[in-house]
């Protein structure tokens, strides 16, 4: 069962404007990275299902993380399905987030409270999600939508929640773009975790890594 209701999810990622996106098929390296992030200051994150077994290893880190990383809400990605994201409610998941909208996967989340971000790429989509419940929705792939898809969806729909995802760097100048267009938050994958780091275990590297992409968001907010 989630620790966290939709509300605290919700708020984790508004406040620390990123939400890191990994995957694993050992546990143990997936349980260093997420303490590893904690330690950086992230709040929420996302293990993705993207390969065989991926239930097993959300199973271990899923209660590592209530015990070690006790204010972290853990979620998990690249579900399209509903069988899916109930699965993975049932093994402690926070939130569940989608490549694509599927109505189905919010009916299983709204069940729980749990928010679902489905992907979506026109305003019509997050028009859809938002009628079925889904309180953010997942920009996706923005580094083909672009900023000025952001900038442009909110005109006419101001009080939407959005995160883009896909492309997303950890430099000021990508994460100022967003931030100025307008996002709720960041999700980040590859350049937040790059190959070499995560093979080498310097686990240091990828708390410096998300301390610097949050004061990155930081200053972006301020200024």
Request: aromatic residues 8%; contains cysteine; hydrophobic residues 45%.
């Amino acid at each position: 069962m989630a620790r966290f209701d939709k509300i605290a999810v919700l708020s984790k990622m508004q406040q620390t404007g990123m939400v890191p996106v990994f995957y694993h098929k050992d546990a143990e390296i997936a349980k260093q990275v997420v303490k590893a992030c904690y330690d950086g200051g992230v709040r929420a994150f996302e293990f993705t299902n993207r390969g065989d077994f991926a239930q097993e290893v959300f199973a271990e880190l899923s209660k590592f993380v209530a015990k070690e990383c006790p204010e972290m809400a853990l979620g998990v990605g690249t579900v399209v399905d509903p069988a899916t994201a109930a699965l993975y409610i049932q093994l402690g998941a926070n939130f569940v987030v989608g490549p694509l909208f599927n109505p189905d996967i919010a009916k299983v989340c709204n069940r729980r409270l749990i928010p679902y971000a489905p992907g979506c790429g026109s305003v019509s989509e997050v028009g859809a999600a938002q009628e079925v419940g889904c309180d953010l929705c997942k920009i996706f792939p923005g580094d083909v939508l672009g900023s000025k898809l952001i900038k442009g969806m909110l005109a006419p729909m101001p009080w939407s929640k959005l995160m883009v995802t896909g492309g997303v760097e950890p430099t000021l100048d990508n994460l100022r773009e967003w931030i100025k267009a307008g996002v709720f938050c960041v999700g980040m994958g590859s350049k937040l975790f790059p190959k070499e780091v995560i093979e080498a275990g310097n686990w240091a590297a990828v708390t410096a890594k998300c301390e610097e992409a949050l004061a990155y968001i930081n200053e972006a907010r301020r200024n």
